[in-house]
């Protein structure tokens, strides 16, 4: 199956500050989905992409898909200790495995 | 309520026992996964099944069997043979249209069953 990495593994940021975690595949992907699982939680399902740089906003949540398909990342602005858990990135549909996580926590 | 359940919450076993994890949908959805969960880690692809009677292994199959009798039902035994079994095990569903239609593949996960060998 496809295979992402994730960077980075772990972000520490203060409440207020930006976060940006990336998925990089070495093949064009066909979509690319994102999850937050929160601590002690199940992921949740985010969002979809699925065009060549495709930019989809939730809030302070945007995330983006490459040019070429082959990456991808989610960025939140203005960080809140609401926003605190693990963000992966996932290649569905086949197999639907995940990248590594990165795992966000938040300073008030 | 439409959804994917797993039972039990919380399991403790005997070390050498086998163990079962139950894994129910009633969301129609042809594709089920099992992950491997280990404390501050990610996800591991155990075994996936697309289809009633069929499953291939993810990547870290060794000491774990599943079986897919029915489309609704995919459990999971974590057999002797696994060395470390102490994990979170998470199951998932999703349609498959995405073959041929990219909507609507999201996974729906279960709640997880924290899996305790002593």
């Known amino acids: 199956g496809q295979q992402v990495m994730q960077i980075p593994q772990y972000q520490h940021v203060q409440e207020g500050e930006d976060f940006t975690t990336y998925c990089n595949s070495s093949?064009?992907?066909?979509?690319i989905q994102w999850y937050k699982q929160r601590p002690g939680g199940h992921p949740v399902f985010l969002i979809q992409?699925?065009?060549?740089?495709e930019v989809k906003k939730q809030k302070r949540l945007t995330f983006q898909f490459g040019e070429a398909k082959k990456n991808s990342s989610l960025h939140i602005t203005a960080t809140q200790t609401t926003d605190v858990g693990t963000y992966f990135c996932?290649?569905?549909?086949?197999?639907?495995?995940f990248g590594a996580g990165t795992r966000l926590t938040v300073k008030p | 309520d439409g959804g994917i359940t797993q039972s039990p919450k919380y399991l403790f076993r005997k070390e050498g026992q086998n163990v079962t994890l139950s894994c129910e949908q009633n969301?129609?959805?042809?594709?089920m996964y099992w992950y491997r969960q280990d404390p501050g880690q990610g996800l591991r692809l155990i075994y996936y099944?697309?289809?009633?009677?069929?499953?291939q292994k993810g990547d870290i199959a060794e000491g774990y069997s599943v079986s897919r009798e029915k489309k609704e039902s995919f459990p999971l035994t974590v057999t002797s043979a696994q060395k470390n079994p102490t994990a979170f095990y998470l199951c998932?569903?999703?349609?498959?249209?995405?073959?041929?239609?990219?909507?609507?593949?999201?996974?729906?996960f279960g709640q997880g069953t924290r899996l305790t060998v002593v």
């Open positions: 969301l129609n959805h042809d594709a």
């Open positions: 992409l699925v065009k060549s740089g």
């Open positions: 996932a290649v569905p549909p086949n197999d639907m495995r």
């Open positions: 998932a569903s999703s349609s498959l249209r995405g073959r041929l239609d990219p909507k609507n593949t999201e996974a729906f």
């Open positions: 093949t064009t992907l066909s979509n």
């Open positions: 099944s697309q289809i009633v009677n069929d499953f």
